[in-house]
């Protein structure tokens, strides 16, 4: 059983020097390592590793090839700027590979869990020498996967799994206590900027969850173009997420006067607090066809754009 | 060359006395046989048949499986009351056996126009003995089809098929110098009803075209109640036309707490002329709730409801 440690009453300072002296005991004289992806946990966690380890804590940002446009030069930048080096290990032929062919949704979350931690990110850890390895595990994440909503996949101990026989390494996870709030308040102590808690979330899977059948490089890229779209035009709304998903179904459509089958990207921008229940957000329909327009005109291949209407439940945030 | 009339300078009671005269020479002292759909063109041309040949032309409704919630029934009852009756032939077996297996839109328009044709009209028109076939025939599906955008089934002479030697019987198009305002106002003029006319156009392949991928009897099913909800709140309104597609895609959803890979229905609202080109219908936020919690709750296996947002062209009116 973790004991929680609410957001409200946490002092900052303190829980850092605690955490600080566990990881600094935990790993002795040797090493860690850790993967950034950007999101508010793995970099809270990358900030408080480096407090403990400096150096000797390795990070690693692995280009799956499934990230946003100019995801890697942004996450590298920005921990430059914080005193923090970020390995960047170019990883997308073999995560092309082990999507190739795949349609299933928990087979594709599997194929690149697996692809992560067996081939690319084992394969780093092992050659790194480094026999810990940091995750910005939360008690969300902990509480989901207990429940069966989530497959996380930084959870391994509370799942019966030793990840030391399993991949070789003991997995330190320092913000386990905490809740997204926590840790929000703790990157902040630790000194992320603001920008970095005003990016919206962005699934695991990263974009292959935004794209309904096989992940392949292009469709992967056509997804990305629209995302790019409509982070543009909905960048400052107030929220809680927004999205681009490429459908396999093909629908008719008209270029040049001639009828294209073409592709359809859906646009999904919801409001909520937590994420646990969702609306869709009330867009100026101005706003809408902005979006429309947009995608249809810098996507290639995209002859039909549509809005989500309906709520989670019975809907989920994401589509695959 | 087809010489056009137009509808501004149209003489209704002279158009009417001519087309009879002509369709009763045409036919002589034998029998005519007509497919009423519901729509306003066949069902102006069954009243100029009747006008015409009274008894002696046979209207028949196929129960093709595919068509709206109570359609047989309306235009039964519709035209009974205007002292015509229609015989209803259930062909549903014969269109879901053709259309078993079949994915591609073409592929699926084709089916369901040999169906009828070939197996179940052809059939009514032989063991009938008529030797004309009374069609709505209009200009525009002639341009339509010359032009390649749209594949009719019903301008033989047109495209160099003969349709006497192909099918054994001489088709009466006495619509053909008609545009849409044209047929509309010679319906009226023929005492058809405004209800006929406040109908939102409906395609031929009718709720396949509304369903992405193979039309199975359960997948029309899904549609068609759908299509229920959409022109049940969605009646009224100035639109030109709204449907719904349901999606071969499949998406995440949650029901009762547990995960649910369910099925999309897409929304399409249009504002339109001539069907040209079009826009999505700026229907108010409420409204587009109001469908998807319609929807979601009245239509099983149900999770996601999308409105589409991009104008034709490049998409177009319906999705397959």
Same mark, same amino acid.
């Given at each position: 059983m973790i004991q929680e440690i609410k957001a409200a009453g946490m002092d900052c300072e303190k829980f850092i020097a605690e955490k600080v002296a566990e990881v600094r005991e935990a790993v002795g004289d040797g090493t860690a390592i850790n993967a950034l992806s950007g999101g508010v946990d793995s970099s809270t966690v990358t900030m408080l590793g480096h407090r403990s380890l400096g150096k000797r804590l390795r990070t690693v940002f692995v280009e799956n090839g499934l990230m946003r446009r100019g995801e890697a030069g942004w996450v590298v930048g920005l921990f430059r700027s914080l005193g923090v080096e970020v390995e960047v290990v170019d990883a997308r032929d073999e995560f092309f590979a082990a999507?190739?062919?795949?349609?299933?949704?928990?087979?594709?979350?599997e194929a690149i869990t697996q692809?992560?931690?067996?081939?690319v990110f084992g394969r780093?850890?092992?050659e790194s020498g480094a026999r810990h390895l940091l995750q910005g595990t939360?008690?969300?994440? +902990?509480? !989901?996967?207990? =429940?069966?909503?989530?497959?996380?996949?930084?959870v391994f101990a509370q799942l019966g799994i030793d990840p030391q026989a399993a991949f070789g390494y003991r997995i330190l996870e320092p913000l386990v206590q905490l809740r997204k709030d926590g840790v929000r308040k703790l990157g902040r102590a630790l000194g992320l900027p603001e920008e970095l808690f005003a990016r919206i979330p962005f699934p695991g899977p990263a974009l292959a969850a935004r794209v309904i059948g096989e992940a392949t490089r292009e469709r992967v890229e056509t997804v990305r173009a629209a995302t790019a779209v409509v982070e543009e035009i909905l960048a400052g709304t107030p929220a809680f997420q927004y999205m681009a998903i490429l459908h396999e179904d093909r629908v008719t459509g008209m270029r040049d006067n001639k009828r294209q089958f073409g592709q359809q990207v859906e646009v999904?921008?919801?409001?909520s607090i937590d994420a646990r229940v969702a609306t869709p957000s009330r867009?100026?329909?101005? +706003?809408? !066809?902005?979006? =429309?327009?947009?995608?249809?005109?810098?996507?290639?291949?995209?002859?039909?754009v549509t809005y989500n209407i309906a709520p989670k439940p019975p809907s989920t945030i994401e589509a695959v």
């Open positions: 999507l190739s062919g795949v349609t299933d949704p928990e087979v594709k979350r692809t992560f931690y067996r081939r780093i850890v092992r939360i008690l969300t994440d +902990v509480d !989901e996967t207990l =429940a069966g909503i989530k497959r996380q996949h930084n999904r921008c919801w409001d867009l100026p329909f101005e +706003v809408l !066809e902005r979006i =429309a327009a947009a995608i249809l005109d810098r996507v290639p291949g995209v002859v039909s």
